[in-house]
């Protein structure tokens, strides 16, 4: 069973910054790539970034821990239109080199105006 528990959301004014984290534990082989989604209500999950990828969007940067199984998404310049729930999503490879992909249980950012 993999788990991936995301931290750092939150509420924060306009321009400013959160650092979202996402830890994956479990029994895996390795992971394949992590990256960060978000989703706000009656639109589908979008984008935001994944480890292949780097930096997106001018304003995020996405990084990586690998001994930690962690990864992070630094945003800043925050805009009210950046207010969704981000979710952390990893593809994960077992002994067998099959790959699973797994999902956080999002966390919330609110950018107030």
């Known amino acids: 069973q993999v788990q991936l528990v995301e931290s750092g959301g939150g509420l924060v004014q306009a321009g400013g910054s959160l650092r979202l984290s996402c830890a994956a534990s479990g029994s895996f082989f390795s992971i394949k790539t992590m990256g960060w989604y978000r989703q706000t209500p009656g639109k589908q999950r979008e984008l935001v970034a994944v480890t292949t990828s780097g930096a997106v969007k001018g304003r995020f940067t996405i990084s990586r821990d690998n001994a930690k199984n962690t990864v992070y998404l630094q945003m800043n310049s925050l805009k009210p239109e950046d207010t969704a729930v981000y979710y952390c999503?990893?593809?994960?490879?077992?002994?067998?080199?099959?790959?699973?992909?797994?999902w956080g249980q999002g966390t919330q950012v609110t950018v107030s105006s």
């Open positions: 999503n990893a593809e994960v490879v077992f002994g067998t080199l099959r790959t699973y992909s797994y």
